[in-house]
Every structure is written in C-alpha cells, then in structure tokens.
C-alpha cells in the first residue's frame, strides 16, 4: 500500500444521500459544490432524480452538516491507544449523531469498537451513530463503510496487522483478493464480532474466510 504521508485536510459533506470531498483549500467551494450538487433540474427527468434525492436525505437523516476527517495529534483510536494522525491512510472514523467523532488506526480497531461499544465508551451505543468512514485502499478516499466491501486474509498489513481492506466495489475487492492473496469478501453486515477477533489470532483461526485465493 502507497505511503503517500499526511494528506491534506478533506471534510466530507453530506448533499442528500450522496458523499462530497473537499479539500481544505478549496473550503470556500464547499457550499458551491453542495449546491450545483442538488440544484434544482431544468427538465422533468432531472426533476424526478432530484426528489428521488431529497426523499433519500429525509430517509437516511444525512444532512449537509461537515464531518470532519482529519485528527488531531491528540488523538487516540479508543480500542488500542495508538495516535491515529500516525497512520493516515488507514484511518477510519465513526460520528455519533451529536457530532461526537472516533477516529481509528484500521478497520479493525474501527469493528472491534462498532460491536463492543459499551466496553470502549460506555456512554454511547450503535443508535447513536450518523457514519462510520474508512480509507479505501487504492484511492484513499474517505467512503461510506456500510457501503464498502472488505477482503479479509489477505497479504496487506495495517498498523495492527492483519487487516480487513476497504474497498468501494465488488470489482476492486477481487482485484484486490487475486493481486494480494485474499481469502473472502465480505459486505459490513456480513462482518461479525468472531471475525474481527480471530483477525488477531492468524490464519489457524480463519476456516471461516475459506480457502485462499
């Protein structure tokens, strides 16, 4: 995996049920690009997708609120201590509704908190969570984990080692499992509190990633 160093700032914007990333420096665009986003369509097919859209947002709950995705060099991933700036291209973040933020030094650690929360912060539970971002591998653009696909067994290590590896379509996770030595695909509901622990345990402890590929 590509270590490109600290990345410039992004913060991600919600434009109804869609993702938008901004760079730092262009912050001045963001509402622009918000805007051109949903402006309204100049023909009756346009103006159908448009309230397609905005029934999408009323939905999902998304709103056009900044989500920041940039820690601070105080910041620690809640389930292993580590600073997470440290590991910028593996980072991984989880907002809670009242704009609280958890950032995450991998998928791993990012799981481990989703389905044990308690145990981490035990003022918070999974209701109370508005997005869960992490890092795709090969772009390292921010997506929407509940959209993401993973590869689990493969060659690639994170910051804590085995690894599940992010990616943004089918198409890239089996190109992402032939090249690196994946062993399974799995969705985010598919990804289960077993999984994610046995990660830890090496490959004596993954029948159920099957055989590799």
Same mark, same amino acid.
């Given at each position: 995996?590509?270590?490109?160093?600290?990345?410039?700032?992004?913060?991600?914007?919600?434009?109804?049920?869609?993702?938008?990333? *901004?760079?730092?420096? @262009?912050?001045?665009?963001?509402?622009?690009?918000?805007?051109?986003?949903?402006? #309204?369509?100049? !023909? =009756?097919?346009?103006?159908?997708?448009?309230?397609?859209?905005?029934?999408?947002?009323?939905?999902?709950?998304?709103?056009?609120?900044?989500?920041?995705?940039?820690?601070?060099?105080?910041?620690?991933?809640?389930?292993?201590?580590?600073?997470?700036?440290?590991?910028?291209?593996?980072?991984?973040?989880?907002?809670?509704?009242?704009?609280?933020?958890?950032? *995450?030094?991998?998928? @791993?650690?990012?799981?481990?908190?989703?389905?044990?929360?308690?145990?981490?912060? #035990?003022?918070? !539970? =999974?209701?109370?969570?508005?997005?869960?971002?992490?890092?795709?591998?090969?772009?390292?653009?921010?997506?929407?984990?509940?959209?993401?696909?993973?590869?689990?067994?493969?060659?690639?290590?994170?910051?804590?080692?085995?690894?599940?590896?992010?990616?943004?379509?089918?198409?890239?996770?089996?190109?992402?499992?032939?090249?690196?030595?994946?062993?399974?695909?799995?969705?985010?509901?598919?990804?289960?509190?077993?999984?994610?622990?046995?990660?830890?345990l090496g490959p004596d402890a993954w029948s159920w990633m099957g055989k590799q590929r």
């Amino acid at each position: 995996m590509p270590k490109v160093g600290l990345p410039p700032q992004k913060r991600v914007v919600y434009c109804g049920s869609r993702f938008a990333y *901004f760079n730092s420096y @262009k912050a001045d665009q963001d509402k622009k690009g918000c805007q051109n986003m949903l402006k #309204p369509a100049k !023909n =009756r097919l346009t103006g159908i997708l448009f309230l397609a859209g905005m029934l999408s947002l009323a939905s999902t709950g998304f709103t056009d609120k900044e989500i920041s995705v940039q820690p601070s060099k105080k910041d620690k991933c809640p389930v292993c201590g580590m600073f997470v700036y440290k590991y910028p291209d593996w980072l991984c973040q989880i907002t809670f509704k009242d704009g609280t933020e958890r950032f *995450f030094d991998g998928p @791993k650690d990012l799981f481990k908190y989703y389905f044990n929360i308690r145990e981490h912060d #035990p003022r918070r !539970n =999974r209701t109370g969570i508005d997005a869960v971002l992490v890092r795709e591998y090969y772009d390292l653009d921010f997506i929407d984990a509940r959209k993401a696909y993973f590869v689990a067994g493969s060659d690639v290590y994170g910051p804590m080692g085995h690894e599940l590896i992010p990616l943004a379509s089918v198409q890239d996770a089996k190109a992402f499992m032939k090249d690196h030595k994946g062993r399974r695909i799995l969705s985010f509901d598919e990804i289960t509190a077993p999984m994610v622990r046995s990660l830890d345990l090496g490959p004596d402890a993954w029948s159920w990633m099957g055989k590799q590929r």
